[in-house]
């Protein structure tokens, strides 16, 4: 035993009560470590101690956040659908009768600042096991990307090395990657934001538990061995801001991700499900083991007991609260009965994968962990997974909200002669937000399962769920941080609008949502109010739309030194269509479709693209959001997707009417005869971005049924113009034309270019 | 009766489904086969699918090669047996010399999805009957180590004796002589980079030239049982 006298056991704590403890280097208040002992009635062991710091972590506990994601709770729509909600490691909706659905958006956000590669792949990795952990089969990613500037010479590490991170881990994985969205703005450039969706799908009866119930049932660690990796990853990483002298080398923090471990991962559980030997499953991510012991044990009903030397290691030497901390990745924690344990061993043995029984759920109401024989961790499981602390922090509106409001964007000086705006058009779509993303969705499997209907760049995702029915769904994934910065509330029901008409537009109806939140620090007093206006915004506008939000995460902190992102709430939503065959894609349609824009344009300019890419302007007001009008939109479209009266849609968004015209016109490689209406300001109309706008084609001998359909719920169409393969690119009457050749040499081949690619 | 196909499933295989949906849609049988399992439960066929086999440990297919189901797959392919590696697959034939040359990182150095077009070079092989002489196809190529390499002299020979079988009309990774697929000199095995699984579903895929490939390797076998 001579080696282990070194442990800080619970009796070395009990006869030491004065020891020293380096809470506030573990990220713990004074208060907060005083209420640990209150709870243990000792000081706590070592390892308590950083099982407590990571649980009571800003990124574990939302001590920040909870009082206003309550919100969620309260407010949401009331729907048989919702099979599983918030709390859970992701929202479970039902689908049909037979089939459900599992999705989730997370943030990786820090480790990928810190090593973009491994940081984004193991933020894949880390959301396909909570997809996994509800008892679903992945079947499919997404992302949302934030970068600084493109011509940072940062970004040119950033980027490259988060985009080869997502591909490699989805494509080894075997996910198909069906969409996304990627935006460049200064403000994230010490701050990249990372968002990683996954979905799957499962039938109804395998919806599985986090419980570790029944007295007696084994606990199994199944998966990769545990490194050393990651070590303070939730706690010093994701919940504190990166400091502004950036000397401080946060790399060995960052796990390291193995797609192939993963595989087999997926492969095993399912196979457990299947067969019904698992009670109780949890994934392994941030906070590791510590997260995983303490949730599964307060969600049962007893207590657990584990021997931690048990846990196979990859490295030597490693102490109690290592092992407990340690965020190495691929691993999931099972709950079995005995009587299966076997079973569950051999399973996991034909796949290659380790499967080791660590522990047995006990009836004491306690987490015991020993370590060769000594006690290191005696707590209640709730102490730590439920009863964190809780803080209502000070708000306040930022100082400079009302002068950024009047300033704006909406007086800025506009281009003038034809000339000057058919310029403007190929100058927004070569902008970094705008152009082509395909030097990125390239890097990505999209076809892998041979079920994806549609994906990048259309407006949603579309992947099949059953080929004898054709159910499927769709998947957008959308936010806004310009609007978010004019207006949080505004600008979060703005994503939450754009988000539910892309999955709109494919046809789908839109049934659920998952949020991912991205603030600066929630200890300044402005970014708390950001926040909670942005929730107030996205449960307002859930209760409205009648779809719940399913869950989500919350990521705080992107901030370095004083300097904020912009609000950036991203906003996932889930739709379902009966027949994937009656999908409505990007496109023109045919020679002779016409081409329509059901909505109404207003003069808003204000955080538009127009404004950022030509004035580097943000101010003004952001557009106005009309619910109702989105609802009565998806209706029609869904309408016109089953009746097949839609050849093409696309959403109006970030760039207006031009945008979304040359996005049609290069992705068809059919050109566009438009004549604006009459009396239209043609700069306006091209390029406002009032919301709630899409743009159809519409095929010959359809246009009066589509027309009464729009009438008969009070939608405004106008016909533009006409799909015409004899066109060479945009045709705008009376103005100026633009070849298809202008358009892709303006369009595509941008990020690679500027990369240095 | 049905041609039964057999579809291997190695640790870290993920088209294995696919490959099975795309016999299935060809009017084939698709039969599971596992790595660790040297049986082949009497099929008349066998596709090795894309993926990322025991995690591409040491070389893409490295390891696929000393498998137990790879020994009888080599023995049957001495015996005539059609064989068919995509992707992953093919890199496996080539790492178990059931064809010549090897797979490497594509010149530009990164991986890419887009959709390929090929010419069908040789009809004469159990796995492109189907097609037409010098058929203009459309599969999704997406790899990251699928660049065609060889010596001079094999690649002349593969050229001289007809058993480079599927061309690059535009040449996504720097594979010498434009080669996206070859065969062995008795033409029932080949291997390909793109990926003919995903090409068999106007909804999913680029085209349903795809199934062509299956659907040869069904004709050659019925071919086969009437003799």
């Not at chain 1, 889930?574 to 999908?583: I, P, Y």
């Not at chain 2, 009017?27 to 660790?36: F, I, K, N, R, T």
């Amino acid at each position: 035993m001579s080696q282990y006298v070194a442990v800080d056991t619970v009796g070395v704590a009990d006869a030491t009560p004065d020891e020293k403890q380096p809470w506030s280097e573990l990220g713990l208040k004074e208060d907060e470590y005083q209420r640990i002992r209150e709870v243990l009635g000792r000081r706590p062991t070592q390892s308590e101690l950083a099982m407590y710091s990571i649980m009571w972590s800003e990124h574990c506990s939302y001590k920040s956040s909870k009082v206003h994601l309550r919100q969620f709770g309260e407010k949401n729509p009331r729907t048989p659908r919702l099979l599983a909600g918030i709390g859970e490691n992701a929202g479970v909706v039902a689908i049909d009768d037979h089939l459900a659905v599992t999705f989730k958006v997370e943030s990786h956000n820090h480790p990928s600042y810190v090593e973009p590669k491994q940081g984004a792949a193991t933020g894949v990795g880390g959301i396909i096991r909570d997809i996994i952990a509800m008892g679903a089969r992945p079947i499919a990613v997404m992302d949302s990307l934030r970068f600084g500037a493109i011509d940072h010479p940062d970004t040119a590490r950033v980027l490259p090395g988060v985009v080869d991170g997502i591909g490699h881990y989805g494509n080894c994985v075997g996910l198909p990657n069906i969409g996304g969205e990627t935006y460049f703005d200064p403000c994230y450039q010490g701050n990249p934001l990372v968002n990683a969706l996954s979905v799957g799908v499962m039938p109804r009866s395998r919806l599985q538990s986090m419980q570790a119930s029944g007295t007696g049932n084994v606990v199994i660690l199944l998966g990769a061995k545990t490194g050393r990796d990651g070590i303070g990853g939730v706690s010093v990483l994701a919940s504190a801001t990166f400091s502004e002298s950036g000397e401080d080398d946060a790399r060995p923090s960052v796990q390291v991700g193995d797609p192939f471990t993963e595989k087999l991962l997926i492969e095993v559980c399912l196979e457990l499900f299947d067969a019904q030997l698992v009670v109780g499953v949890q994934d392994l991510g941030g906070a590791g083991l510590t997260c995983a012991l303490s949730e599964t044990a307060a969600a049962g009903d007893g207590g657990m007991h584990v021997d931690l030397e048990l846990v196979p290691l990859r490295a030597a030497g490693m102490e109690p609260q290592d092992i407990l901390a340690s965020e190495s990745q691929e691993r999931m924690l099972l709950i079995v009965d005995p009587a299966k344990a076997d079973e569950v061993l051999a399973r996991a043995h034909r796949w290659g994968l380790l499967a080791t029984a660590i522990g047995t759920v006990t009836d004491t109401g306690r987490l015991v962990v020993d370590f060769h024989g000594q006690t290191v961790v005696d707590v209640p499981p709730k102490s730590l997974a439920d009863e964190g602390p809780v803080y209502n922090r000070p708000l306040a509106e930022p100082n400079d909200l009302g002068l950024i409001a009047v300033d704006r964007a909406e007086t800025l000086p506009r281009p003038s002669t034809d000339e000057e705006i058919r310029q403007t058009v190929l100058d927004m779509a070569a902008s970094p937000n705008l152009c082509d993303k395909s030097w990125i969705t390239e890097q990505y499997d999209s076809s892998v399962f041979g079920n994806t209907v549609l994906g990048a760049p259309h407006d949603a995702g579309v992947v099949r769920l059953d080929e004898r029915t054709g159910v499927g769904i769709a998947i957008s994934l959308d936010g806004n941080g310009r609007f978010a910065r004019l207006d949080p509330y505004l600008g979060a029901q703005l994503a939450l609008a754009e988000a539910y008409r892309n999955v709109a537009v494919t046809g789908a109806t839109p049934i659920a949502v998952s949020d991912c939140l991205n603030f600066g620090s929630p200890e300044d007093p402005h970014v708390m109010w950001q926040f909670e206006r942005a929730v107030t915004g996205i449960a307002d506008g859930c209760q409205k739309l009648g779809i719940p939000v399913t869950g989500g995460n919350v990521s705080f902190y992107n901030q370095t030194g004083r300097e904020a992102i912009h609000p950036t709430p991203v906003i996932g939503v889930l739709g379902v269509l009966e027949d994937v065959a009656r999908r409505i894609p990007l496109g023109l349609g045919r020679t002779g479709d016409t081409i329509a824009l059901i909505g109404t344009t207003s003069e808003e300019l204000s955080g538009s693209e127009w404004a950022s890419v030509k004035h580097g302007h943000l101010g003004g007001v952001p557009p106005k959001v009309d619910l109702d009008h989105e609802m009565k939109l998806a209706d029609l479209l869904s309408r016109l997707s089953q009746t097949e009266q839609l050849a093409a849609a696309h959403d109006l968004s970030q760039g207006g009417l031009a945008q979304a015209l040359v996005e049609a016109i290069s992705f068809s490689g059919m050109g566009a005869q438009i004549l604006l209406p009459e009396g239209a300001d043609p700069f306006t109309y091209l390029f406002s971005e009032s919301s709630g706008r899409v743009l159809v084609v519409i095929p010959r001998g359809q246009e009066l049924a589509v027309r009464s359909a729009c009438e008969s719920r009070g939608l405004p169409i106008t016909p533009l113009g006409v799909a015409d393969a004899n066109t060479d690119g945009l045709h705008l009457r009376d103005h100026f034309d633009i070849t298809r050749d202008d358009i892709d040499a303006a369009f595509k081949g941008r990020i690679g270019a500027r990369l240095g690619e | 009766m049905s041609a039964r196909v057999g579809i291997v499933t190695f640790p870290g295989s993920l088209d294995d489904r696919d490959a099975a949906r795309a016999v299935y849609l060809a009017g084939g049988e698709p039969v599971a086969l596992w790595h660790d399992d040297a049986q082949i439960h009497g099929v008349d066929a066998v596709f090795l699918p894309g993926g990322f086999s025991y995690g591409d440990a040491l070389r893409c297919g490295a390891i696929a090669r000393f498998s137990q189901v790879m020994d009888t797959v080599k023995a049957a392919a001495a015996q005539g047996m059609p064989v068919l590696g995509v992707c992953n697959g093919f890199q496996v034939l080539c790492e178990s010399h059931l064809l010549p040359g090897a797979l490497v990182r594509n010149a530009h150095l990164r991986y890419r999805n887009r959709p390929a077009r090929l010419r069908v070079e040789t009809t004469r092989t159990a796995w492109t009957n189907a097609f037409a002489p010098e058929a203009e196809i459309v599969l999704p190529a997406k790899h990251g180590e699928g660049r065609y390499v060889a010596d001079e002299a094999t690649l002349d020979a593969l050229e001289q004796s007809g058993r480079v079988v599927f061309r690059y009309l535009d040449n996504p990774n720097g594979s010498m002589r434009d080669i996206a697929g070859v065969a062995n000199e008795a033409g029932n095995v080949v291997g390909l980079m793109p990926h003919p699984e995903h090409a068999v579903e106007a909804l999913t895929g680029p085209s349903t030239d795809g199934l062509g490939v299956v659907a040869s390797v069904l004709a050659h076998l019925s071919e086969g049982a009437r003799r």
